[in-house]
């Protein structure tokens, strides 16, 4: 139960930081540089995010051996991260499943993916670098 707590409060920290960065995006830098080039601003601010919630969550939440809990956290944040973006494209968009996680540009879409990996093995990474 200890490592679905972290993972849920791992999820939501940083899905609300990018909730409102994600506002800012759209209001403010997708009429002015585009939606492919406001998403890659936006994501080196997502990674300054998920590396020091991660943190956060392993200092915080994790005993001194939490290597494999670390890498549960990781994976079970994640899997929350792809059910909330079904949940916002079907529901609030009105798209496909396939649509929400098919239908993105080339190459902000990869950067995104690259994004989601990193988010799920940054609580791993934490551990190992304080484990050294």
């Known amino acids: 139960m200890r490592i679905l707590r972290a993972a849920a409060l791992y999820f939501l920290l940083v899905f ?4 409102v960065l994600g506002l800012g995006r759209v209001l403010m830098a997708v009429p ?3 939606e492919r080039n406001a998403e890659l601003l936006e ?3 997502m990674l300054i995010v ?3 919630v991660a943190r956060w969550v392993v200092c915080h939440r994790l005993d001194d051996d939490g290597r494999s809990s670390a890498l549960a956290i990781g994976f079970i944040a994640m899997g929350m991260v792809l059910i909330a973006d079904l949940a916002v494209g079907m529901w609030l968009r009105g798209m496909s499943a396939t649509e929400v996680f098919l239908d993105r540009d080339p190459v902000s879409g990869a950067a995104y993916y ?3 990996l990193f988010f ?9 670098l304080r484990q050294i």
């Open 16 to 19: 609300g930081a990018g909730f």
């Open 32 to 34: 002015l540089l585009g």
């Open 43 to 45: 994501m080196p601010l």
């Open 50 to 52: 998920i590396a020091a």
């Open 114 to 116: 690259a994004a989601l």
């Open 120 to 128: 799920a093995v940054m609580p791993t990474i934490i551990t190992r």
